[in-house]
């Protein structure tokens, strides 16, 4: 139990197009879900929280019009790099935790990533 | 803020030798601490982790032992097999303000037969 998928598992695209990238939780509902960024040889960094049916949380630094987020459901939250460039190209990892209990750590379960290459 | 040192590699061994990977932080209030390990091909899994201090978390023969006087979450394991193959993540959160993990560099392991 407790699995999470993301789609694609791999995409190129062209400078200044957009792209989005699915994560799932397939097996619970998640009631929160984070999006992270990792560079090579480098530890991931979050990019920004959500929670399903509100607006996201995103790190300093994090360009939100630029990274959109969409937790529309207890199931699915995307990431839509909107006019990519070839500094964007990145492993995007998300990962979805099922409960919130308060004091206590929720244990995050992660995505297998989506490796982006813009051209 | 909150940061974690993690032992660089890449590390390869032998199976069935001793392994060590390295884990210090730095961190305000009372963190939790974790291993996270990431096979080839898959997400990040929760190998192991310790809620306070002196705590020590263990799974699939790993250990780790949440040491505040030294500030260190070491990896341990006394006899590693091929299977051990995978990248490391030693991560932290204070799980009392919030649920962000902070995570170190990662460590590839690779055992050779």
């Known amino acids: 139990g407790a699995v999470v998928s993301q789609h694609p598992s791999w995409v190129i695209c062209k400078s200044g197009t957009s792209v989005k990238i699915e994560c799932r939780s397939l097996?619970?509902?998640?009631?929160?879900m984070f999006w992270y960024r990792q560079f090579p040889k480098q530890s991931l960094m979050l990019m920004a929280t959500?929670?399903?049916?509100?607006?996201?949380?995103?790190e300093q630094g994090v360009e939100k019009d630029k990274f959109l987020i969409n937790h529309a459901s207890l199931t699915l939250s995307t990431l839509t790099v909107t006019s990519a460039h070839p500094e964007d190209s990145s492993f995007y990892i998300c990962s979805a935790s099922r409960s919130k209990t308060s004091g206590a750590y929720n244990e995050q379960f992660f995505g297998p990533g989506t490796r982006l290459t813009v051209l | 803020g909150n940061s974690v040192t993690q032992m660089e590699g890449p590390v390869t061994l032998s199976e069935e030798a001793f392994l060590t990977i390295n884990c210090t932080y730095t961190?305000?209030?009372?963190?939790?601490l974790f291993w996270y390990v990431q096979y080839p091909g898959e997400g990040l899994q929760l190998l192991l982790k310790a809620t306070k201090a002196d705590d020590k978390g263990s799974n699939k023969g790993f250990e780790a032992t949440y040491r505040k006087e030294t500030t260190s979450f070491h990896l341990e394991k006394g006899s590693v097999q091929v299977s051990d193959s995978a990248v490391y993540f030693c991560a932290l959160s204070d799980v009392l303000l919030t649920e962000k993990l902070t995570f170190g560099t990662g460590t590839r392991l690779t055992i050779i037969p």
């Open positions: 961190a305000t209030g009372y963190p939790s």
């Open positions: 097996d619970f509902q998640a009631t929160t």
């Open positions: 959500s929670n399903e049916g509100s607006k996201a949380t995103y």
